[in-house]
């Protein structure tokens, strides 16, 4: 918040969310794989709340932890010897908490195909010192 104490503007708001777009490529090795040769869905959902928390630190540049992943759908198995894309965007502001979305996509390493994999929507919120919610402006 401002030091005059009004709210910051909406368009302020929008160019920290803009701002604050984290994107993360990670390629799919074996080590990361189910016995079906795809991406382990637990480590999927790993390198998003990673991506969600970089993206959410870079809005606000506090302290945060996750709280809730509001629901994954997993679209489409990433197998191994691809590349996968997260792209994680702040969609909510609060008072202490923040939404982010995440999404992954697959992209073949040899060609130039590319598709939307999976979907996540992650809660984060602010906390001080004590560990207490705070404001995430």
Known sequence: MPANGSKLSDDVIKQRINASEARVFKAIFPSNTNHHNTL???????????????????FCRKTLVTVSSDRIDFKKAIPAGHLAELIARVVSVGNTSL??????????????????????????VAIDEHRKPTTVL
């Open 40 to 58: 382990f869905g637990g480590d999927a959902l790993a390198w998003m709340d990673e991506t969600a928390f970089i993206a959410a630190t870079r």
């Open 99 to 124: 939404k982010v979305e995440v999404n992954i996509y697959l992209e073949d390493m040899y060609t130039e195909h590319r598709e939307h994999a999976i979907r996540g929507v992650f809660t984060l």
